[in-house]
């Protein structure tokens, strides 16, 4: 009886709106899925398979005259996907960014799913999705093992974990599959599908006494994987999630509901944890580091530090979808390949890729979710079940997102959102509000105020200056690594002296961001490096030492002036700079070569000097 209560309240009722045919919500899972495996197999078509998921929409809109009932994450998440759109646009290889947007709007129309089913069908659809996530999650457990190669890939975490994926290795059967899935994605994945296919067989258990070994299977299967991920950060995500429900779990029974603290304390974890990486030196050690080109590495707290620098040079709209390896090699480290895909902490990912206003909405959708999901803990009833699974998960997203982006960037990135789809589902029923009206003139208010705050922002210089220089950042970028591609191209100095007419309109809106703003960074910086690059030396060493004056901490424009300093024969200055900056990935070698290959050989010498005397004084 109290199963047909809750079924019946979640049914789609509104007014005397025209029902949803019946038909169309297997129309909507098919579309979903159908375009989930097309960027699976096939990514490189891009954004082409958006049309599958928009067609139910389109129907849904013509046969009830509206898309879906409101929810109080429309707006973040439609946020979110405007922000990804604009990655799009800023990236310079649109292909493999609207591949990634289709994966992000696959994420959003399958927790858009989950939650509308839930509401449709109320225990029977959430308990399916969750069903569903732990064959999911056995699928991910079974690829990785089937896929991963701990003889290059494992080595160096854990040798008894080692040992046994090799021994899995050497006797798994040979299926030709790719080997596009690491540990930290996997991991993640598993960390998030866990907690919910853990409800899911729960749920099996109640309905049908068979299902449950299947569940069982199917959950030992993902740990096990999960285990030989040798993920840190995933392992302690799950932990943190399980625990952080068995709180919430406790804490309802003794009536005393804590979802606003509950949401507070998890978003606060990867701020303070990205403020100490920066402002604590000794913070480094407990980050560990990150593998790159060939053997070399890179502390965390380092990546992230270049990681927050990018985004600066691009706040409003964002490096670009899926373009962190080359800008960041192109512009931070100053190499002329990659180094990374991610910065290793999904909220500096997101906020590099889809820039500040795609981490505010991923930040707001993420609280949101977690709130509902604390909130509707308290119920009675199967409610209760999926929103304590919806905690964990989410508490797994926030500490494993902390220290690693890579399910973010990878093609399990819808994973990411189906947590939001057991937040809303059930919890939905309980935020049917009083007083309807209070909802929308919550949401306006909240609009209202963040458009006048943008409008006063925008008459301030600083503010003008930094979109110029965000626009000018797109340009440049999309002019010099559109085209560039190695060994065609033996290094970008030789894009930018080959493509100089190309560069002017970047220039240009350089030099109108000094106008506005003598001090900014982003335009002194990039635009010494152009200069670096087609021989303008005295101007480069000027806009070099602006951009230090106003930003010593950034580790390009360390580089780059002590390269300004070598060429203008001041050796001492330059080695005091390179000494503060990690040059392990052969940086300095690369200057010395491009001098010689331009002729230039009076500023090879002089930069080999100045090695010299750096290596002399280490």
Not at 38 to 57: E, T
Not at 395 to 415: C, E, K, M, Q, W
Request: aromatic content about 10%; some cysteine.
């Amino acid at each position: 009886m109290a199963d047909s209560a809750v079924h019946a309240g979640l049914r789609l009722r509104i007014g005397t709106q025209r029902q949803v045919p019946d038909w169309l919500p297997y129309a909507d899972l098919a579309c979903t899925a159908a375009a989930g495996g097309i960027w699976w197999v096939r990514p490189q078509w891009g954004g082409w398979p958006l049309l599958l998921i928009a067609a139910p929409w389109a129907a849904r809109l013509i046969l009830t005259g509206r898309l879906s009932r409101r929810t109080p994450l429309d707006i973040p998440l439609a946020l979110f996907l405007l922000t990804a759109g604009m990655g799009v646009w800023a990236a310079y290889d649109r292909t493999a960014a609207w591949a990634r947007f289709g994966l992000i709007a696959l994420g959003v129309a399958a927790a858009s799913y989950i939650t509308w089913a839930g509401r449709r069908w109320g225990e029977r659809a959430l308990g399916l999705a969750a069903a569903g996530c732990a064959l999911l999650a056995a699928a991910v457990g079974a690829y990785f093992l089937l896929a991963y190669n701990w003889k290059t890939d494992g080595a160096g975490k854990f040798a008894a974990i080692q040992q046994a994926g090799l021994w899995i290795q050497a006797h798994r059967p040979v299926v030709q599959i790719p080997e596009d899935i690491n540990g930290n994605v996997a991991g993640g994945a598993l960390a998030l599908l866990w907690p919910l296919g853990l409800a899911g067989t729960v749920w099996a258990w109640r309905h049908c006494k068979v299902a449950i070994w299947a569940g069982a299977g199917a959950l030992l299967l993902a740990l096990v994987a999960l285990l030989l991920t040798a993920s840190r950060g995933a392992w302690l995500g799950l932990a943190a999630g399980g625990l952080a429900a068995g709180i919430l779990a406790w804490l309802t029974r003794q009536k005393t509901p804590p979802p606003s603290v509950s949401t507070l304390t998890l978003i606060l974890i990867p701020a303070f944890t990205l403020w100490a990486a920066v402002a604590l030196p000794g913070f480094d050690r407990w980050l560990g580091s990150v593998g790159g080109v060939g053997n070399s590495a890179l502390s965390r707290a380092q990546l992230w530090r270049d990681g927050l620098a990018l985004i600066g040079d691009c706040p409003f709209t964002g490096g670009g979808l899926g373009m962190t390896m080359m800008v960041y090699s192109t512009y931070g480290l100053l190499l002329h390949v990659g180094f990374t895909t991610h910065f290793h902490n999904l909220f500096l990912q997101v906020a590099f890729e889809q820039g500040l206003p795609g981490l505010a909405a991923f930040s707001a959708w993420l609280a949101i979710a977690i709130w509902l999901a604390a909130r509707s803990a308290s119920s009675a009833g199967p409610a209760r079940l999926y929103s304590l699974a919806a905690v964990a998960s989410l508490t797994a997203l926030v500490i494993h997102g902390t220290a690693d982006a890579g399910l973010y960037v990878s093609r399990l990135a819808p994973v990411l959102f189906l947590p939001i789809g057991f937040a809303l589902g059930l919890a939905e029923a309980k935020v049917e509000v009083k007083h309807p009206g209070a909802q929308p003139r919550i949401t306006t208010l909240a609009l209202t105020l963040t458009f006048a705050l943008i409008l006063i922002l925008a008459l301030t210089p600083s503010f003008r200056a930094a979109f110029q220089a965000n626009l000018a950042t797109v340009t440049q970028t999309r002019t010099e690594l559109s085209s560039y591609r190695w060994p065609q191209w033996p290094i970008q100095d030789a894009v930018r002296r080959a493509r100089e007419a190309e560069l002017r309109p970047a220039m240009i809106r350089y030099a109108a961001t000094l106008v506005l703003d003598p001090r900014n960074v982003t335009a002194n910086r990039r635009l010494g490096q152009i200069e670096l690059s087609l021989g303008q030396y005295d101007t480069a060493l000027s806009h070099l030492e602006t951009a230090y004056a106003s930003a010593p901490q950034q580790r390009a424009t360390r580089q780059l002036l002590g390269e300004s300093y070598a060429i203008a024969g001041d050796a001492v200055r330059a080695t005091a700079l390179w000494r503060t900056v990690d040059l392990s990935q052969g940086q300095l070698s690369l200057r010395q070569w491009w001098y010689g290959a331009v002729g230039e050989t009076a500023n090879q010498q002089r930069i080999t000097q100045a090695i010299r005397r750096l290596t002399t004084e280490n």
